[in-house]
């Protein structure tokens, strides 16, 4: 299935030397990522720090990928606040793309029946297909099974779930559960192989900017059904999953610094998140060698 494709990438956003939103950086690097391995995109989401653009710089930002690229498109809408959720999700529906995704209500850590209501009110204000985002890691709130088969059954738009809860064993429950059609993409690069084994058809993915071509070919042999083949991607992945994040070099320094080593101008992060410590791009070129 993958209504969005099997490997999306959560494409960085591109801001020049002085901080400003980059258009025409983010429509070649959006070209650049669907002729190396990205079938979707997701803009604005977390490695896109969405949460440091605004709404006018979100909006932007997709209508010049949308008239890039051809392939499927999610955007990151979600906030703490619902009617800012709704908002930026009304002011994206227009534009031609396929969906949004609208990540769980941070910080303010609501019960599961505020995620219900505030999931159900951003789908029912659009005509878009909504991908519920579960990363309690980030959020302090995870969308439990239950809520999210609820909200699977009960509303007709919202087609599947960006799966970063690290607990396999409970995505396996909802993937045995859910209605036909409903999707599970694995929100960790590192899960991925877990997730399809339990019911997942893609992923969102962080170091498809580099390995889109390796998803590909792990999610052609698990359609082969060639378990060793796709283990054998999987491993080849893994020092990729590595760099991708950490506690010095959280998510997307490491990606930025990857792509300044392609020759693909993103320029830093805003902060908080700030700039790449010295020698991120030493360790990038490093990683592609290996990977060569």
Not at 157 to 178: E, F, G, H, Q, R
Request: hydrophobic share 45%.
């Amino acid at each position: 299935m993958a209504r969005f494709g099997r490997v999306i990438t959560a494409m960085v956003t591109p801001f020049d030397d002085r901080g400003e939103l980059d258009l025409d950086a983010a429509a070649r690097l959006a070209q650049w990522l669907t002729e190396n391995g990205s079938e979707g995109l997701v803009l604005a989401g977390t490695t896109g720090e969405g949460p440091v653009l605004s709404q006018a710089e979100v909006v932007a930002l997709t209508r010049r990928v949308r008239d890039s690229v051809e392939v499927p498109i999610l955007v990151g809408t979600g906030t703490n606040d619902t009617a800012e959720t709704i908002e930026l999700t009304r002011r994206v529906s227009d534009i031609g793309i396929e969906g949004v995704l609208v990540v769980t209500p941070y910080y303010s850590r609501p019960s599961q029946a505020g995620l219900a209501d505030h999931f159900t009110q951003v789908a029912n204000s659009t005509h878009l297909d909504v991908v519920l985002y579960d990363v309690p890691v980030r959020t302090g709130r995870r969308i439990e099974p239950e809520t999210l088969l609820t909200l699977a059954r009960d509303v007709d738009n919202i087609v599947a779930v960006k799966d970063a809860a690290n607990t396999p064993t409970v995505t396996a429950v909802v993937a045995a559960s859910a209605p036909e059609g409903f999707e599970i993409y694995s929100g960790e690069d590192a899960m991925t192989l877990p997730i399809v084994a339990v019911g997942g058809v893609g992923v969102i993915s962080v170091a498809s900017h580099w390995v889109g071509r390796q998803f590909q070919a792990f999610f052609d042999a698990i359609e082969l059904g060639d378990l060793v083949e796709a283990r054998r991607q999987n491993a080849r992945m893994l020092p990729s999953f590595a760099f991708e994040g950490g506690d010095e070099t959280p998510n997307p320094i490491p990606t930025k610094a990857m792509m300044r080593v392609l020759g693909l101008a993103v320029g830093q992060c805003r902060p908080p998140v700030g700039v790449s410590p010295a020698g991120l791009e030493e360790r990038a070129r490093e990683l592609l060698a290996g990977l060569r």
